[in-house]
C-alpha cells in the first residue's frame, strides 16, 4: 500500500510517521508513506500557497494551482483509488471506514490549512471527505495522522498478533471488554474470578456480555445505529 501526503507543515507529520506500528511499518515494506511540500509549487520567490478569499471573508485560503500540480504530478505515476481531503464536515472517521481504506492500494490525503482550501478542489478533485470530529484545529495533519494510524495498523503484518486488531472497540460495532494483566490482585483490587477460571468458553461468554453493556452503558448511539440498520 502506498499513501501520498500533501501539506503546507510536512514538519507537523513527522513523528506520528516515524515511531510505533506506523514507523515499524514502513520499515518492514508493509506500507509506503510519503509526505509531499505543497510549496513545491507555490508561487513566486516565496512559494506562496494562499491568497485572500474572493467576497472578502476573513482568513486565508490554499490556492487551487499548488494543489492541482502535485496532484497531478502523482497521478501521472501511478492511480489512485482515493484522493481524501481531511475536513471538519466530511464523513466522521470510524472503524469501518479504516477497515475499508486498509484494503486500498494507492491513497492521497490532502491536508487544510488556514481557512480551508479553494472549493473548487474539492469539486473536481477530492472523491472523498474525511473528519476526525465536530471541531477545528489549526491543520488537516493531525487528522491525517490519525487516519493514516488507523488504517497502517489493520495491514497484514504491521502488528505483531494480527488477531489482536480483529478484537478492537468498534471492529464488531461494540465496545471493547474491560482488560487486565498481572498481578491478579494489586492494592486490593482484584481481576474478575472468571477472567482466571481457564475455561475460553465461559470467559469469551463474559467478554462479550461485558461489551455489550459497556457500549448499551458507554456509547448507546452504537446500538441505535445497528438497530436501525
Not at 117 to 123: N, Q
Amino acid at each position: 500500500m502506498r499513501i501520498d501526503i500533501l501539506s503546507v507543515v510536512p514538519e507537523l507529520l513527522e513523528s506520528p510517521l516515524e515511531y510505533s506500528i506506523v514507523g515499524r511499518a514502513r520499515k518492514k515494506g508493509i506500507v509506503e508513506i510519503h509526505v509531499h511540500n505543497l510549496r513545491k509549487y507555490g508561487k513566486g520567490r516565496y512559494r506562496q500557497v494562499d491568497d485572500y478569499a474572493f467576497g472578502g471573508d476573513a482568513g486565508m485560503v490554499m490556492m487551487i494551482e499548488p494543489v492541482f500540480r502535485m496532484i497531478e504530478e502523482l497521478s501521472s505515476e501511478r492511480k489512485y483509488d482515493e484522493i481524501i481531503y481531511m475536513s471538519p464536515d466530511g464523513d466522521i472517521m470510524n472503524q469501518s471506514m479504516a477497515n475499508e481504506l486498509s484494503c486500498k492500494e494507492n491513497i492521497i490525503i490532502l491536508c487544510g490549512h488556514y481557512k480551508g482550501i479553494d472549493h473548487r478542489i474539492r469539486e473536481h478533485l477530492v472523491t472523498r471527505e474525511i473528519s476526525c470530529g465536530d471541531y477545528v484545529v489549526s491543520g488537516g495533519e493531525l487528522p491525517a495522522s490519525l487516519l493514516v494510524d488507523s488504517i497502517v495498523r489493520l495491514i497484514p503484518g504491521a502488528i505483531g498478533d494480527e488477531q489482536s486488531a480483529l478484537s478492537d472497540s468498534f471492529q464488531d460495532g461494540l465496545l471493547s471488554p474491560p482488560i487486565y494483566t498481572r498481578p491478579a490482585e494489586f492494592n486490593g483490587w482484584k481481576v474478575p474470578d472468571i477472567l482466571l477460571c481457564g475455561d475460553p468458553k465461559r470467559i469469551k461468554e463474559w467478554q462479550d456480555e461485558q461489551a455489550l453493556e459497556r457500549t448499551r452503558r458507554l456509547r448507546p448511539g452504537l446500538l441505535d445505529t445497528e438497530e436501525k440498520g
